[in-house]
């Protein structure tokens, strides 16, 4: 008899349904852009009206002083004209995103310096920011958001992607004499109080158009290449290496720590209109690049100790404060619970791409910035590496158990769009794994919708989009490759085809 039951048992073990190979139920596929990288370099609108000259970016860019060290620091002299003019053409391109590739929806920037060109500072309150902001800024955005509805695209809106209006951040001023500048963005506490009132402001704005908004792109990419570690790999204003010793950079992680905290409380207060119908008025996040550290040499106890703290400095004080309210200060592996912080989260966005091999700095000679910080920044190497989405997206879920919208994903690497399908597919198939495990994931989107203005890079080697965009034609046309219409197949089925699964398989955990 008992071998009868255990018989049974086994059987039933063994013929339990597979897991539904459909991405949940309102699971949003998309693509994500910024404002700075792909409003500029309009066909036919004349520039004074299509660019933005009010960003720290675009002052670093262009900057007479800054082209003339250009090759020095790693710019490349590209003026934001080439980009790829969506300020204009934002119409075909939101049609193509829902038409061909058959999207559901669009991550896309606010630009701070687009809504208020000059100060705010000593303004308050709605009417009186409404007075003094830019009409020709508020109408782009309400135009953008119509068109999004007419189409039936879902917005997901960045309130900050890296750029803050010069009135508030001279970039340049700063890496040419940063102990003398005075507009020190990031660095002044007003800049807290500041991007709070512009949220607010968006929010009250914008509420009846956008239900999903997100604070911050990727903090640590303002914290690192702008105070920190710039290189011409990467470079973010005012780009001074090891400010202030590494002690500025901790200032302006726990002020971006900070405005999180109250650019969530502001949107919350002020967005009081239910976009979507779901009978909540906002959703806000944050968006957060994930990267998991490995050792160089596991049996290293150096590289292991550099990979375990580069995990903890990385991956996790940041959200520990703005998740659970455990604010590390001193970035020495002590948290002090912040109930000003705490719960400010109703969904985290990450950023993926690659994950960070790294060995141990040998010495006791570490930076300002953090204590824990051992790693040898000459051993630091990037790899391709699909299943860093799942282990990401675990870690986040079971530690900090909100929901997840992967906010980016893509090659993150150079070249005309090679390898987008095969990762497209292999980050599908391991993000799909985690949700078969129980992660909450509620969207994916790739990085990037059509080829744009990368940062410090300009028009250069970094063509990620769906689309190619030509900065040699004045027209941008734009062309689509092989990758959209393998993610339409997605898209439209709401799984990953067995064909692409076959020739793309990503094997077992």
Not at 23 to 33: D, R
Not at 446 to 462: I, R, V
């Amino acid at each position: 008899m008992r071998r009868w039951t255990l018989a049974l048992a086994l059987a039933a073990a063994c013929s339990s349904p597979k897991p539904d190979p459909h991405f949940p139920p309102g699971f949003l596929f998309g693509a994500a852009i910024a404002g700075f990288q792909v409003d500029m370099g309009c066909p036919t609108i004349p520039a004074e009206k299509c660019d933005d000259p009010n960003s720290d970016w675009y002052q670093f860019v262009t900057d007479p002083r800054m082209l003339a060290i250009k090759d020095q620091i790693g710019l490349s002299g590209d003026p934001p004209s080439d980009g790829p003019g969506f300020f204009e053409l934002y119409p075909q391109d939101l049609a193509r995103a829902k038409n061909d590739a058959k999207l559901d929806a669009v991550r896309l920037s606010i630009e701070w310096s687009r809504i208020f060109p000059t100060s705010t500072v000593g303004v308050n309150g709605y009417d009186a920011l409404k007075a003094i902001a830019s009409k020709d800024g508020i109408a782009y955005y309400h135009h953008i958001f119509a068109t999004m509805k007419e189409l039936g695209l879902t917005p997901l809106v960045t309130l900050n992607h890296y750029t803050l209006p010069t009135w508030i951040d001279d970039g340049v001023g700063c890496h040419l004499d940063f102990n003398h500048c005075t507009k020190r963005g990031w660095l002044d506490p007003q800049t807290v109080t500041e991007i709070a009132k512009y949220a607010g402001f968006c929010a009250q704005e914008f509420g009846g158009e956008v239900d999903l908004w997100a604070t911050e792109n990727e903090p640590l990419a303002v914290v690192i290449p702008g105070y920190l570690a710039p290189s011409p790999e990467r470079l973010n204003p005012p780009a001074v290496w090891l400010a202030g010793g590494g002690t500025d950079a901790k200032i302006v992680m726990m002020h971006m720590i900070q405005a999180h905290a109250a650019m969530y409380d502001a949107v919350k207060q002020r967005d009081r209109q239910d976009a979507d119908g779901d009978g909540i008025d906002s959703r806000v996040g944050l968006v957060y690049n994930m990267e998991p550290l490995y050792p160089k040499d596991p049996t290293n106890p150096d590289d292991v100790s550099a990979a375990k703290n580069g995990n903890y400095l990385y991956n996790q004080i940041y959200l520990d404060a703005t998740i659970q309210g455990q604010l590390d200060e001193n970035l020495d592996g002590h948290e002090v619970y912040h109930p000003e912080l705490a719960n400010r989260m109703d969904f985290l966005g990450i950023n993926y791409y690659s994950r960070t091999v790294v060995a141990g700095l040998h010495g006791p000679d570490v930076p300002k910035f953090s204590p824990l910080l051992n790693i040898d920044p000459l051993s630091i190497q990037e790899e391709a590496y699909p299943r860093g989405i799942y282990e990401m997206v675990k870690f986040a879920s079971d530690r900090y158990h909100v929901p997840i919208i992967i906010t980016e994903n893509g090659t993150g690497a150079s070249g005309d769009g090679e390898n987008q399908v095969p990762c497209l597919v292999q980050h599908l198939e391991w993000l799909k794994r985690s949700i078969d495990e129980g992660a909450d994931v509620r969207g994916y989107f790739w990085w990037t919708l059509m080829d744009n203005y990368e940062w410090n890079h300009g028009m250069g080697p970094y063509k990620m989009g769906l689309w190619a965009v030509s900065k040699l034609d004045p027209a941008k046309p734009r062309t689509p490759r092989p990758i959209v219409g393998v993610y339409a197949r997605i898209t439209t089925s709401r799984e990953i085809p067995s064909d692409l699964a076959a020739q793309f398989p990503i094997g077992n955990p």
